[in-house]
T-cell receptor
Framework: KAGVTQTPRYLIKTRGQQVTLSCSPISGHRSVSWYQQTPGQGLQFLFE???????NKGNFPGRFSGRQFSNSRSEMNVSTLELGDSALYLCASSLETSGVAKNIQYFGAGTRLSVL | GDSVTQMEGPVTLSEEAFLTINCTYTATGYPSLFWYVQYPGEGLQLLLKATKADDKGSNKGFEATYRKETTSFHLEKGSVQVSDSAVYFCALSDQRIRDDKIIFGKGTRLHILP
């Protein structure tokens, strides 16, 4: 069974640009969550999607948005990039949406975004 | 709100040493507790979990016991290997809260010297 796939693996952008990151969950998983990982702040939750609906949202500005498609694939978009957006962006999928199984999350290898 | 506090790293040990990585939590409900591990260049993967007080999670020689009285979930391994070098994340989630999300600690980087 294929794991969680994130594309691209690496991305370099300049301030003010926008970027779209893609995540394909494990087959059969309907919940997809996004995280930002930086050395200073650690792992911070961005948002979670289930059945094309955002179920949960972290404390990030509106420049960060996401969506989920009917096949459970998800994208996140960051507009008007800032230097501080440089980070590893991780996507995770899970099988269930409640109970302990919800939080057994399977992570992709991430997209490393550098903003110059 | 709920939170997780881990010991700061990096932690550097020699091969075959005993490992403890401390984790304490704050939660108003009855959380489940997790340890995730991130190897270099990879995403996180679940290492072990415990869903109620006094449960012991174990996997790959690692263990952690859910201690409600001390609100702790310390990770231990009796004899570490070079291949255990990674970043370890303690996490919690309270399934009794609708739309709960998993809360991660900041991570502890572990270096094992041959």
């Amino acid at each position: 069974k294929a794991g969680v796939t994130q594309t691209p693996r690496y991305l370099i952008k300049t301030r003010g640009q926008q970027v779209t990151l893609s995540c394909s969950p494990i087959s059969g998983h309907r919940s997809v969550s996004w995280y930002q990982q930086t050395p200073g702040q650690g792992l911070q939750f961005l948002f979670e999607y289930f059945s094309e609906t955002q179920r949960n949202k972290g404390n990030f500005p509106g420049r960060f948005s996401g969506r989920q498609f009917s096949n459970s694939r998800s994208e996140m978009n960051v507009s008007t990039l800032e230097l501080g957006d440089s980070a590893l962006y991780l996507c995770a999928s899970s099988l269930e949406t409640s109970g302990v199984a919800k939080n057994i999350q399977y992570f992709g290898a991430g997209t490393r975004l550098s903003v110059l | 709100g709920d939170s997780v506090t881990q010991m700061e790293g990096p932690v550097t040990l020699s091969e075959e040493a005993f490992l403890t990585i401390n984790c304490t939590y704050t939660a108003t409900g009855y959380p489940s507790l997790f340890w995730y591990v991130q190897y270099p260049g990879e995403g996180l993967q679940l290492l072990l979990k415990a869903t109620k007080a006094d449960d012991k999670g174990s996997n790959k020689g690692f263990e952690a016991t859910y201690r409600k009285e001390t609100t702790s979930f310390h990770l231990e391994k009796g004899s570490v290997q070079v291949s255990d070098s990674a970043v370890y994340f303690c996490a919690l989630s309270d399934q009794r809260i609708r739309d709960d999300k998993i809360i991660f600690g900041k991570g502890t980087r572990l270096h094992i010297l041959p």
